[in-house]
């Protein structure tokens, strides 16, 4: 059983950068794959970010944040890292983590087995 909560949401201008975070609780967290999922108003949750479990050597984004976007973890912290940089309006989502046991990531919601309650992230123009 894993528990995973964010913290790091808030509001920022057009331009500016946050930092999100997702503490784990449970045993094991170097042994799940992560993933950042969002979703904003009227619109379907959609896949950000994923990273690999141990190292996190392999991480893949969408291309809609694709650099501007860093996702880190930090295995003795048992917390995974969202570094988002250069944000635009249509970055305005809750932003949810998820696990899964498993080496890699993966861009489908359906693959992740554990979740997050979610953090705002409201980007201004």
């Known amino acids: 059983q894993v528990q995973l909560v964010e913290s790091g949401g808030g509001l920022v201008q057009a331009g500016g950068s946050l930092r999100l975070s997702c503490a784990a609780s449970?045993?094991?967290?170097?042994?799940?794959?992560m993933g950042w999922f969002r979703r904003a108003p009227g619109k379907e949750r959609e896949f950000v970010a994923a990273i690999s479990w141990s190292n996190g050597v392999t991480t893949n984004y969408a291309d809609s944040v694709k650099g501007r976007f860093t996702f880190s973890r930090d295995n003795v912290k048992n917390t995974v890292y969202l570094q988002m940089n250069s944000l635009k309006p249509e970055d305005t989502a809750v932003y949810s983590c998820?696990?899964?046991?498993?080496?890699?990531?993966?861009?489908?919601?359906?693959?992740?087995?554990?979740w997050g309650q979610g953090t705002q992230v409201t980007v201004s123009s």
């Open positions: 449970g045993r094991a967290f170097s042994s799940y794959a």
């Open positions: 998820a696990a899964r046991r498993f080496p890699v990531g993966s861009s489908d919601l359906r693959d992740y087995d554990y």
